[in-house]
């Protein structure tokens, strides 16, 4: 139902910056809100900072004060800037949306970009 194409992982070098970008598609009559979620391996997915409809964003604490999520809902696109990337960053990040489907609120992920952060 939802399409994503994720893209702006790769391999960086401590203190360094990565923008992830996430592009999704399909049939959306309802959005709460968007999501990036990361999964380091042995680990559950967690996340790390959410954009509601309503523009407000939250984010976990290790991500306050380094990382920047943003969007346009009107153009199915999401954003996560990183600075100052620590080896705990690595991981798989995951974009989320989360939409109406019928009449559920459905979570929808993408394919996940890789992270990488190492000398």
């Known amino acids: 139902q939802v399409q994503f194409v994720e893209s702006g992982g790769g391999l960086v070098q401590p203190g360094g910056s990565l923008r992830l970008s996430c592009v999704f598609s399909?049939?959306?009559?309802?959005?709460?809100?968007m999501a990036w979620y990361r999964q380091a391996p042995g680990n559950q997915r967690d996340l790390v900072a959410r954009?509601?409809?309503?523009?407000?964003?939250n984010y976990a604490d290790s991500a306050k004060g380094r990382f920047t999520i943003s969007g346009d809902i009107a153009k199915n696109t999401l954003y996560l800037q990183m600075n100052d990337l620590k080896p705990e960053d690595s991981a798989v990040y995951y974009c989320?949306?989360?939409?109406?489907?019928?009449?559920?609120?459905?979570?929808?992920w993408g394919q996940g970009t890789q992270v990488t952060v190492s000398s």
């Open positions: 954009l509601y409809s309503t523009g407000t964003p």
């Open positions: 989320n949306v989360r939409i109406l489907s019928g009449l559920r609120w459905t979570d929808f």
């Open positions: 399909g049939s959306i009559f309802g959005l709460s809100h």
